[in-house]
Protein backbone atom coordinates (compact mmCIF):
# COMPACT_ATOMS: atom_id res chain seq x y z
CA UNK A 1 0.00 0.00 0.00
CA UNK A 2 1.47 3.53 -0.76
CA UNK A 3 0.26 6.95 0.84
CA UNK A 4 -0.33 9.26 -0.31
CA UNK A 5 0.06 13.36 1.23
CA UNK A 6 -1.21 15.83 0.20
CA UNK A 7 0.64 19.01 -1.26
CA UNK A 8 -1.00 21.30 1.06
CA UNK A 9 -0.17 19.21 4.27
CA UNK A 10 3.48 18.87 2.94
CA UNK A 11 3.57 23.13 2.90
CA UNK A 12 1.57 23.14 6.05
CA UNK A 13 4.38 20.86 8.17
CA UNK A 14 7.34 22.84 6.51
CA UNK A 15 9.28 20.03 5.69
CA UNK A 16 10.65 19.27 2.43
CA UNK A 17 8.87 15.45 1.34
CA UNK A 18 12.15 13.53 2.54
CA UNK A 19 12.52 15.30 6.27
CA UNK A 20 8.68 14.54 6.34
CA UNK A 21 9.29 10.86 5.44
CA UNK A 22 12.00 10.94 8.16
CA UNK A 23 9.77 12.20 10.39
CA UNK A 24 7.38 9.64 10.15
CA UNK A 25 9.71 7.17 10.10
CA UNK A 26 11.74 8.18 13.37
CA UNK A 27 7.55 8.35 15.09
CA UNK A 28 6.85 5.08 13.92
CA UNK A 29 10.28 3.73 15.34
CA UNK A 30 9.84 5.49 18.35
CA UNK A 31 6.92 3.96 19.30
CA UNK A 32 8.12 0.59 18.09
CA UNK A 33 5.94 0.16 15.17
CA UNK A 34 8.72 -0.51 13.15
CA UNK A 35 12.24 -1.99 13.52
CA UNK A 36 15.91 -0.16 13.60
CA UNK A 37 16.16 -2.51 10.31
CA UNK A 38 12.97 -1.37 8.36
CA UNK A 39 12.88 1.86 9.50
CA UNK A 40 16.69 2.51 8.05
CA UNK A 41 15.07 0.72 4.55
CA UNK A 42 12.32 3.16 4.68
CA UNK A 43 14.99 5.58 4.78
CA UNK A 44 17.17 4.49 2.41
CA UNK A 45 19.65 4.31 4.83
CA UNK A 46 22.10 2.11 6.53
CA UNK A 47 21.55 0.80 9.74
CA UNK A 48 24.20 2.64 11.51
CA UNK A 49 23.17 5.55 9.76
CA UNK A 50 19.89 5.27 11.13
CA UNK A 51 21.53 5.09 14.79
CA UNK A 52 23.14 8.14 13.81
CA UNK A 53 20.06 10.19 13.71
CA UNK A 54 18.77 8.74 16.51
CA UNK A 55 21.67 10.25 18.64
CA UNK A 56 20.98 13.25 16.67
CA UNK A 57 17.41 13.63 17.43
CA UNK A 58 17.81 12.22 20.88
CA UNK A 59 15.73 9.43 20.71
CA UNK A 60 16.94 5.77 22.45
CA UNK A 61 16.91 2.63 20.91
CA UNK A 62 14.83 0.09 21.95
CA UNK A 63 16.48 -3.31 22.45
CA UNK A 64 15.02 -6.12 23.83
CA UNK A 65 15.67 -9.85 24.88
CA UNK A 66 14.70 -11.43 21.80
CA UNK A 67 16.49 -9.15 19.56
CA UNK A 68 19.76 -9.87 21.56
CA UNK A 69 19.26 -13.68 20.81
CA UNK A 70 18.58 -13.20 17.59
CA UNK A 71 21.67 -10.78 17.32
CA UNK A 72 23.63 -14.07 18.37
CA UNK A 73 21.63 -16.57 16.94
CA UNK A 74 22.93 -14.20 13.25
CA UNK A 75 26.52 -13.94 14.74
CA UNK A 76 26.75 -18.04 15.53
CA UNK A 77 25.75 -18.78 12.00
CA UNK A 78 27.77 -16.43 9.86
CA UNK A 79 31.04 -18.03 12.50
CA UNK A 80 31.46 -14.56 14.39
CA UNK A 81 30.80 -16.19 17.73
Known sequence: ?????????????????AELL?????????HEKITLGSASRFLGITQLEFQALLK??????????DELHEDVKNLQELGLL
Not at 22 to 30: N, S
Open 56 to 65: DKNICIHYDL
Open 22 to 30: QELVLMLFE
Open 1 to 17: MSLLISDELVQASGLSE
